[in-house]
């Protein structure tokens, strides 16, 4: 106590002598002092490389993270691992339940990251920094089919609508009601955007405001919502930094996002988590959810059964299965494949497969198939290039997949890349191209449909089944993504 009076005097000492000083003495001598504490106190990215650690906030969402059935996964995870990684630092990830929380820890600094589909808004960037934005994105009005479209925000008067507290979402409306005084509207932060989604998909709300990439993959999972008409022009979304005088980390995020542009590893992810959505087919989607309810667990055990015997996910074989036969053990095309996995009695007699209208047999068995196409896949290629090659293969044969990985080569594509291969497949129609070809003709167009078709169902199974698995770190000192992945 007395040390602490003896310190305090010494300042206001101190400031009297500051004071009594001419001002440009003054000037200087606090100049002095911070270039002196500034000295004193590394960079934040030199903080984050000598801790090792990046923390990063987020939020558990289809968009974002969740936890798929290899551990974390998601799009801005994705992102944020590589960013760790080209920083050379563990990822620490964690999501607090509301958007709230989200931004108040970036702008506290109890995050140094976040990394949660967050719109550069205006509000925003008075205490934020945002980094380059990695996405446009509209608000859209979600409503659910069979009830009255609105057209206007006029038309959301009187109605039950609820968006998430401090979300963009909340911000645009309270813009509105300048326009439309009426408008009025529930904000919430006990929820996530999804949920909100998901009580318009069961009419315990009228409406949820949604942006474009969030709906995009949600319908996926509530077939039942449409989206009526968009509140703004495209807004970007970007990561948030604290808005303070240290700019090198958000600095080493301009590098990182400039990086990942030119070498196209962010359109590769962008394509990893919405490629299959655009062209996906939402009637499908909906009777898809029905038949895994209620076909499925007929046909899970042998899934499960083939994946332990190949290595490959019961959820993506489930997948295959489905788009081959929707699970049809008497499905049977006009070529002569047959049965849940349709296979050639070429490939069935190879595989040892005697029945191929058993289900069980059919399924290890195309299992079998899809497996020994992946380990024919150049070793070159990594995932998850090579599951989508492999699927291809499986659907037009493999020797038609080197072949349009040769023209991919030719044009100045990247082979080892499923969407420019995808690019490719096409020109195996024109006779300009399989004619110089080894294997000549294919339907080169049909693995386009064939592969998005397979990406969804695999991502509607994946959501399914694994998201009551684990729970999601709320805080940052629970749990860190290897400590997660570890427990998985
Ligand atoms: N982009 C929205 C925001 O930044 C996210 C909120 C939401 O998706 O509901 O507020």
Request: charged share 20%; aromatic share 10%; net charge neutral.
């Amino acid at each position: 106590m007395s040390r602490l009076r003896t310190a305090a005097s010494k300042i206001r000492a101190a400031l009297r002598l500051a004071t009594s000083l001419p001002a440009r003495l003054m000037g200087a001598a606090v100049l002095a002092l911070l270039l002196a504490t500034c000295a004193q106190r590394p960079s934040l990215l030199a903080q984050i490389k000598q801790l090792g650690v990046l923390r990063v906030v987020t939020r558990n969402s289809p968009t974002t993270f969740y936890f798929g059935p290899h551990g974390p996964t998601g799009f801005e995870y994705d992102l944020a691992r590589l960013f760790a990684d080209s920083l050379g630092v563990r990822l620490e990830i964690y999501a607090p339940l509301s958007l709230t929380d989200v931004l108040t820890a970036v702008g506290k600094g109890h995050a140094d990251v976040g990394a949660a589909g967050l719109s550069v808004t205006a509000a925003r960037e008075q205490h934020l920094r945002f980094g380059p934005p990695y996405q446009y994105v509209t608000q859209k009005v979600i409503y659910r089919n069979g009830e009255a479209e609105p057209n206007s925000p006029a038309d959301l008067i009187g109605h039950r609508l609820t968006v998430l507290a401090d979300s963009s979402h909340a911000a645009r409306l309270a813009d509105l009601k300048r326009q439309y005084p009426a408008l009025a509207w529930t904000a919430t932060d006990a929820a996530e955007s999804q949920e909100l989604l998901a009580q318009v998909a069961h009419g315990d709300l009228d409406y949820a405001i949604a942006d474009s990439n969030e709906f995009a993959l949600d319908r996926r999972y509530y077939p039942e919502l449409r989206a009526a008409f968009d509140l703004n022009k495209p807004e970007p979304l970007a990561w948030a930094f604290r808005r303070n005088g240290d700019l090198s980390l958000y600095q080493a995020a301009i590098a990182f996002f400039a990086r990942i542009r030119a070498d196209g590893k962010l359109t590769q992810i962008t394509n990893r988590y919405y490629g299959a959505s655009e062209v996906f087919d939402y009637v499908g989607t909906r009777t898809f959810i029905h038949d895994v309810k209620t076909m499925l667990p007929r046909y899970q055990p042998w899934f499960e059964a083939a994946a332990e015997k190949t290595s490959v996910e019961w959820q993506l074989l489930a997948a295959i299965g489905y788009q081959e036969s929707h699970w049809n053990p008497h499905a049977v095309s006009p070529t002569g494949v047959r049965g849940v996995m349709m296979l050639t009695l070429d490939t069935a007699g190879d595989l040892g497969v005697d029945n191929r209208i058993n289900p069980k047999q059919s399924i290890i068995g195309g299992a079998q198939y899809f497996a020994r196409m992946e380990s024919r896949i150049p070793a070159e290629v990594s995932e998850p290039d090579r599951t989508w090659m492999a699927l291809a293969a499986y659907n037009i044969g493999l020797g038609h997949i080197m072949d349009a990985r040769e023209i991919t080569r030719e044009r100045g594509g990247n082979p080892n890349r499923w969407i420019d291969v995808r690019a490719s497949l096409p020109l195996l129609t024109e006779k300009k191209w399989y004619s110089q070809t080894k294997y000549g003709y294919a339907r080169g167009d049909e693995p386009l449909i064939y592969v998005a078709n397979i990406r969804s169902y695999y991502s509607i199974l994946n959501w399914i089944t694994s998201r009551p698995k684990e729970p999601v770190p709320e805080a940052p000192t629970t749990a860190s993504n290897e400590d997660v992945a570890a427990k998985q």
